[in-house]
């Protein structure tokens, strides 16, 4: 008898920015964009000086699956339980389970390349023994 290891579907990612939330927070991530600071390899990916980029809107669109995004200063605790101090990050949550998917090092190697970043959210939930599903997300 021979057993088949099905991977599990990620039901939701969990995207944590290396920031704080509100307007100032958006406004430091913005100087260190425009000084060419080092910032957050995520924001990076997801936003520009102006706002979230159209590229990541098509791209998250197409993902799958809900999306919750959240600051160094509003994560739940289980979040930040999951992350320990890997930050920026992107959870995966497949049932009852969260687990860091891509973490720091890997979002910086992205250079805030969207079409990388789905490659790695593929390749890196592959390594876990789960999958995206296909698609766009059902409505909630």
């Known amino acids: 008898m021979s057993t088949t290891n099905t ?4 039901d939701r ?3 944590v920015y ?10 430091v991530d913005s100087a260190k964009k425009l000084l060419q600071v080092r910032g957050c390899s995520l924001c990076a990916l997801t936003h520009g000086l102006t706002g979230e980029k159209e590229e990541w809107r098509s791209c998250r669109d197409e993902i799958g699956v809900p999306i919750d995004t959240y600051h160094l200063d509003d994560q ?3 979040v930040e339980r999951v992350a320990a101090g890997a930050y920026p990050c992107v ?3 497949s049932g009852d389970e969260l687990m860091l998917l891509l973490g720091p090092d890997t979002l910086d190697r992205l250079r805030g390349s969207v079409n990388d970043l789905r490659a790695r959210l593929d390749i890196h939930a592959t ?6 599903p296909e698609g766009p997300p059902a409505a909630a």
């Open 127 to 132: 390594m876990r023994g789960l999958e995206l």
């Open 76 to 78: 739940p605790s289980d």
């Open 13 to 15: 990612l969990i995207f």
């Open 7 to 10: 991977p599990r579907i990620i």
């Open 91 to 93: 959870l995966a949550k």
């Open 18 to 27: 290396a920031a704080n939330s509100g307007r100032l927070g958006a406004f």
